[in-house]
């Protein structure tokens, strides 16, 4: 009933400025840009910064097409407010593990720190944003090792 609530009184019925679509394609950018193989705190902070400017102007959105059935505007408005809540954990996560591990090659910490970050990042949804926390990844088997290219 609450979710229901949110999205028909509510989503569906704003008038705002903002076209979802358009947000969406500002939120693509922008993770193509901070969130690519290759980062850095830097660009991390600056797409965090955008992503929160995406998320506030949101709420703004309005959505033309009001129906309640087959509505595929109402899919992608939902899903873009999903993307921003994935981008802004993402962004906060990578720019918390200060080291390169895998498909996150920080230029500033190029370097894999295991003593650190041999952990599992958790993230919990709050007021303010993201708050992580760690778990120690268990090993089994194999331990290990820096990869040579």
Not at 21 to 40: D, K
Request: proline residues 3%; without cysteine.
């Amino acid at each position: 009933k609450k979710e229901y609530d949110r999205i028909y009184n509510d989503l569906l019925k704003r008038d705002g400025k903002e076209n979802p679509y358009h947000l969406r394609q500002e939120l693509r950018e922008t993770m193509i840009h901070a969130a690519g193989v290759f980062r850095t705190g830097e660009g991390l902070k600056e797409g965090l910064e955008k992503i929160r400017e995406i998320r506030e102007r949101f709420k703004n959105i309005t959505i033309q097409d009001k129906g309640k059935a087959y509505n595929s505007n109402l899919q992608n408005t939902l899903e873009t407010e999903n993307l921003i809540d994935v981008a802004e954990v993402l962004l906060t996560g990578a720019l918390a593990r200060e080291e390169s591990r895998g498909a996150h090659a920080r230029r500033d910490f190029p370097k894999r720190d295991d003593e650190k970050f041999l952990k599992h990042t958790l993230a919990f949804r709050t007021e303010d944003g993201p708050r992580l926390e760690y778990k120690d990844v268990v090993i089994n088997t194999w331990k290990p090792v820096e990869r040579k290219y």
